[in-house]
């Protein structure tokens, strides 16, 4: 599949979703900002991959970044944050969402299992509830917290003044 083509909006991929329990297949839903993709992120979603048969990764917006992250977030701008990580082989689908969290993105999909990097527990995820209240569960994938956009960003600004 075409890396664009990994792109949808959130109804096409509730749609799919549904096309999708059909067929038996397991699906999992991973989410983050994704500025200046590193080496932690493709862990991160590579382990999400490995936990169905199906990943949609949520992107947040750049609005929604900002809100997170401080103003001078995102980096990149969202459209290419989302194509960037469509193109990783372990994604199948990508939504931009606006929302500060994924609990519209839960309801809509209701994913099997809902991931997120080590900087969680399953039982610390904050929409976890949300998980729970339909049967899905919550897991936790990716390599510690060795690698951060921040941190890449810093050392790129010190590297830069060279």
Same mark, same amino acid.
């Given at each position: 599949m075409n890396t664009l083509d990994k792109l949808r909006p959130l109804a096409a991929i509730a749609e799919e979703r549904? /096309?999708? /329990?059909?067929? &038996?297949r397991t699906v999992a839903l991973a989410n983050g900002v994704f500025d200046l *993709? $590193?080496?932690g992120h493709v862990r991160y979603l590579e382990g +999400? =991959? +490995? *936990?169905a048969d199906v990943l949609v990764v949520a992107v947040n917006s750049d609005a929604s970044t900002r809100a997170y992250k401080g103003p001078g977030r995102p980096h990149i701008p969202? &459209?290419?944050r989302a194509e960037l990580v469509a193109a990783l082989a372990c994604t199948d689908r990508v939504v931009v969402f606006d929302e500060p969290n994924v609990r519209a *993105?839960?309801?809509a999909l209701k994913p099997d @299992? $809902? @991931?997120k990097g080590?900087?969680?527990t399953p039982d610390s995820i904050p929409e976890g509830d949300e998980v729970r209240a339909y049967g899905g569960r919550t897991a936790v994938a990716g390599d510690p =917290?060795? $690698?951060? !956009? !921040?941190e890449l960003a810093r050392r790129l600004g010190r590297e830069g003044a060279k």
């Open positions: 549904e /096309r999708w /329990r059909e067929q &038996g *993709l $590193h080496v +999400a =991959k +490995a *936990l969202e &459209g290419e *993105l839960i309801r @299992v $809902h @991931v080590t900087d969680y =917290k060795d $690698h951060s !956009t !921040t």
